[in-house]
């Protein structure tokens, strides 16, 4: 821990000695141009586009929010990374930033991995074109800070973070929650299912499928712990689960199909195993597939992604406006009406900011009351016996 | 030979770094249990899944991009076919992943077009119906995939040899003819030896091309189809499995494959290039 | 001309074209549903992608890098694959490994290391997709033009034609541009065709390195949204072959010189 702090600590250090030597920042940057190689420091490139090499803060709560908004605008942009916009609502998040700041916005990869984000993190270091801040599951937030890839940062809202849901040093923090749920078609689907123990039954021929395979979908790994749950394994062993959807398969039900937009609106997937907030604002964006949710009874499995700020962001303070942006009411309500939990929601329940329509919207608090998120260990002791069964049990 | 250093420079030395960080561990060190790991499960099984695949979709893509190119160029057929299929081609070599996969799945998915006119009109329902070889038919498993690949290997084969087939000019059918050969002499004597070289080149390409596809094939099964391409973006680049240096060792993997190929290839090349000549 | 097509040909050809043009037509049928009854018809799917302004741009993009891939390309591998014929054919089989190499490396890790290895290098070229991204198009395409152009050599006699031009008098440069080039047009524009097919498909190099082409636009629309993304499907199918018809007649209006030597054979 305490050499990630030397770190930081060298890094700003740093920042300030750049400061002095402008004028032969400016000279060099001259030359640059005039056909030698750019070098490719952040603190060169910066100084050579004139920002002024001011510290961004650690703590939000030091600096007036006028004055990161100041200093973000200056900046001008924001660089985001693998946010999908019908994924918990980022779509209205990213236009509303946008229109309240007067900051553009440029969007990379929108369907890219946590493993691709922290790539980009590293081979793009020093160029204009990074992402300032990252979206990552928990495994890749974790692996990326002993990387040192991220800024820390304590935004204003921190301490209504939820413990188990941040970096106490700052490194990353918890965005937002969604369950496993059952995403059906009513139209195609007469009977609906409510637990996995339904989802075996014979009605449901060749309809069920996943959002990909869980070497490599975070949602499929969450189905495959959840059917753990409800098939008497424990977060400790998901093997039970591996074998609840070799069950699945061997009754028929199951259709290996990754399941998207186009699939579920075209019926091709009747039934999907995938999270709660894709699976509920596909109910309004595809009226035509009558889609409902459900949390399945037998197994309320949760987890959550992480916001990280780039540790050499080409815009540092619009990274740490938009991480303000996200833990302000405003930009936690954003994330609810897109159906998921935001980090924040016991805080903001407790002090009842929340609009009606929006909680009746989602399922019931109670089922969300059981929900059960695996710690890092357990998800890799997870991932490994998944990497090991899998294939053999589900492949054709 | 600027080509040489082009190729130097921006294909080596990635290539490289492929092959030597296969050898690391994922703590750091010089391991070869990376390596080692490619011949237990369940990698073995997706080399083997790969090169099947890989060969058999090279062997038919071939073997029908030669029927229909031969079908598009010889005379009597119009000349504007030949642009539309060329053309075409073109754009369905490159035609893949979520697209090509969704557009099968919507034709002869569980509630595609075409199964639904057999189900519903022919009373075939295809997914039902036990055939005599094969059992059961789906589109989500290898033979399926093999299906929806020859959407893009056909197209490929046919641009290559293309111009081949024009070098089988007509004059040589024609002196052929009028030395009183027929239609199968002259394709035993003429026809195929003189296409061998492009055919065993365009049959490489083939085998290359399929074998390092893999959007498509995730797609039509979220992975239950183990191919090499879709394991090393598992272990690379997922949400998942964290360990690059795997990720390169199957990567190194792909590319003994591949090396065997031109091993075998040259020499095959080489007696054809005598028959051609 | 009259039309005397074999039958057998007739018989592959629309074999091959139902199997070819059936899931076209699956996805045009979706992309003109309407999302209030998932059955047809409207084309609120293609009023969608074409008024995005993100549409236009990213073509634009797509299609000059496209260009400059096929030019780069053509340059560097027809001479060097004429002198390899003409000149050094045990080269041959070395080429053609090469060539293989680029399937090998995965583009997600080709594009780690060249990011890797050009981090220090002018921003003209590593920032601007005309640099950076081209030169990688260049090293996809490889394959593909390799073989093409390969076979399109073999198919002539290029030992002959090459004396010939030169017992006339003809330099090397002269030679190739005049005599060799429409000679092989076909296989060159085959392999142009295929190039062009990857700049307008390629995805995983240009979203790593982050830039903004057509496939990552029609890669976004794909992943979040369901009608769109079977029209733009279709849309940039028919821009691409468009495009490829377009780059036909332009070599056959220069092909009329082409015409004469291959009637000579």
Redesign the interface.
């Known amino acids: 821990m305490e050499d990630y702090e030397e770190q930081e600590l060298e890094f700003w250090r740093k920042l300030e000695e750049m400061d002095m030597s402008r004028s032969s920042m400016l000279k060099r940057s001259v030359a640059a141009v005039a056909g030698l190689t750019v070098l490719s420091t952040p603190e060169i490139a910066m100084a050579a586009r004139g920002i002024a090499a001011v510290n961004p803060p650690l703590k939000g709560k030091s600096v007036p929010l006028k004055e990161i908004v100041a200093q973000a605008k200056k900046e001008g942009k924001l660089n985001v990374i693998a946010l999908p916009h019908d994924w918990a609502n980022y779509g209205e998040m990213i236009t509303t930033f946008k229109k309240k700041y007067g900051l553009s916005m440029d969007e990379q990869n929108p369907d890219g991995s946590s493993a691709q984000e922290n790539q980009a993190v590293q081979s793009l270091k020093g160029d204009a074109r990074a992402p300032d801040v990252v979206d990552d599951g928990p495994p890749f937030a974790i692996s990326g800070t002993a990387q040192g890839l991220f800024a820390r940062y304590f935004n204003t809202n921190f301490a209504t973070i939820p413990r188990f849901m941040k970096d106490t040093r700052g490194y990353w923090t918890g965005d937002y929650y969604g369950a496993v749920s059952i995403g059906y078609n009513a139209g195609i689907v007469k009977t609906p299912p409510k637990s996995f123990a339904d989802l075996l039954k014979p009605e449901y021929k060749g309809q069920v499928a996943l959002n990909g395979s869980p070497l490599t979908s975070g949602s499929a790994v969450a189905g495959v712990f959840a059917a753990a749950l409800s098939n008497g394994g424990s977060l400790n062993d998901v093997g039970p689960g591996i074998d609840w959807f070799a069950k699945l398969k061997s009754v028929g039900n199951w259709v290996p199909v990754q399941a998207n937009q186009q699939t579920v609106a075209s019926g091709q997937t009747p039934i999907t195993i995938d999270w709660d907030y894709l699976n509920l604002a596909y109910g309004p964006e595809f009226p035509a597939a009558k889609w409902k949710t459900v949390i399945p009874a037998d197994g309320v499995y949760g987890a959550y992604y992480c916001q990280a700020i780039n540790a050499t962001a080409p815009n540092p303070w619009s990274a740490r406006l938009w991480n303000e942006f996200l833990y302000s009411d405003q930009g936690q309500l954003i994330w609810l009406k897109g159906y998921s939990h935001p980090a924040r929601f016991q805080d903001l329940s407790k002090r009842k900011v929340i609009p009606k329509a929006l909680l009746a919207a989602l399922p019931s608090a109670a089922l969300y009351a059981k929900i059960k998120f695996a710690s890092n260990g357990q998800q890799t002791t997870a991932k490994n016996l998944i990497a090991q069964q899998w294939p053999a049990k589900m492949g054709a | 030979m600027p080509f040489f250093a082009y190729a130097a420079l921006f294909l080596f030395f990635p290539a490289a770094e492929v092959l030597i960080g296969s050898f690391k561990g994922v703590h750091g060190g010089w391991t070869l249990s990376n390596i080692h790991s490619l011949f237990h499960s369940p990698f073995r099984e997706a080399f083997v899944s790969s090169i099947k695949l890989s060969l058999t979709t090279a062997a038919a893509g071939c073997i029908l991009g030669l029927a229909i190119a031969y079908a598009a160029i010889r005379d009597g057929t119009p000349r504007i076919i030949r642009g539309i299929i060329t053309t075409f081609s073109g754009v369905a070599a490159n035609f893949g992943g979520i697209p090509l996969a969704f557009a099968f799945i919507a034709t002869i998915g569980n509630v595609g077009i075409v199964t639904k006119f057999l189900s519903s009109d022919l009373h075939w329902n295809i997914y039902q119906t036990k055939y005599p070889v094969f059992g059961s038919f789906t589109l989500f498993n290898t033979f399926g995939v093999g299906i929806v690949y020859m959407y893009f290997q056909i197209p490929l084969m046919l641009l290559v040899i293309a111009p081949a087939i024009d070098g089988l000019r007509r004059e040589w059918r024609e002196a052929a003819s009028n030395l009183g050969a027929n239609s199968l002499q002259f394709w035993r004597h003429v026809g195929i030896p003189v296409l061998m070289p492009s055919f065993l080149g365009a049959f490489i390409l083939l085998f290359g091309n399929a074998f390092s596809a893999y959007a498509t094939a995730y797609s039509l099964t979220a992975g239950s189809v183990p191919l090499v391409p879709i394991l090393i973006g598992y272990y690379y680049s997922g949400n998942v499995l964290d360990n690059p240096h795997l990720a390169q060792a199957l990567a190194f993997g792909m590319f003994v494959v591949l090396a065997v190929m031109m091993l075998l290839y040259i020499p095959l090349q080489r007696r054809a290039a005598r028959w051609a000549k | 001309?009259k039309?005397?097509?074999?039958p057998?040909?007739?018989v592959?050809?629309l074999l091959?074209g139902a199997?070819?043009i059936?899931?076209?037509?699956?996805?045009l049928?979706?992309s003109l549903?309407?999302?209030?009854?998932?059955?047809c018809c409207s084309a609120h799917a293609y009023g969608t992608i074409l008024h995005d302004g993100a549409f236009w741009q990213n073509l634009k993009t797509s299609a000059l890098l496209g260009v400059e891939t096929i030019a780069i390309s053509l340059v560097?591998?027809v001479p060097?694959i004429y002198l390899v014929h003409l000149k050094l054919p045990k080269l041959r089989?070395v080429l053609?490994?090469?060539a293989?190499?680029?399937?090998?490396?995965?583009p997600?890790?080709?594009?780690?290391?060249?990011?890797?290895?050009y981090?220090?290098?002018?921003?003209w070229f590593?920032?601007q997709p005309w640099g950076f991204l081209a030169?990688?198009y260049?090293?996809l395409a490889?394959?593909?033009m390799f073989?093409?152009l390969?076979?399109?050599y073999?198919?002539?006699d290029i030992h002959t034609l090459t004396e010939a031009s030169q017992n006339l008098g003809a330099s090397w440069a002269r030679t190739l541009l005049t005599v060799i080039l429409p000679n092989?047009r076909?296989?060159a524009?085959?392999g142009s065709?295929?190039t062009?097919?990857?700049v307008?498909?390629e995805?995983t190099i240009a979203?790593?390195?982050?830039f903004h082409t057509f496939p990552?636009y029609?890669?976004?629309i794909?992943?979040?949204?369901?009608?769109p993304?079977?029209a733009v499907?279709l849309i940039s199918?028919g821009i691409?072959?468009a495009a490829?018809?377009s780059?036909?007649f332009i070599g056959r209006k220069r092909g009329a010189r082409g015409a004469l030597i291959a009637g000579a054979?």
């Open positions: 001309m039309i005397r097509m074999k057998s040909a007739i592959w050809l091959a199997y070819f059936i899931p076209l037509v699956a996805t049928l979706f549903n309407k999302v209030s009854t998932g059955t560097l591998f060097t089989p053609a490994f090469l293989l190499i680029p399937f090998v490396v995965p997600i890790v080709m594009v780690i290391g060249l990011l890797d290895f981090k220090g290098s002018p921003s590593y920032a030169t990688a260049v090293i490889f394959p593909y073989f093409s390969d076979a399109g073999r198919a002539i092989i076909a296989a524009l085959a065709f295929l062009l097919a990857i307008m498909g995805f979203s790593l390195a982050a990552i029609i890669q976004g794909e992943e979040s949204e369901a009608y993304a079977a499907t199918f691409t072959w490829m018809l780059l036909l054979r």
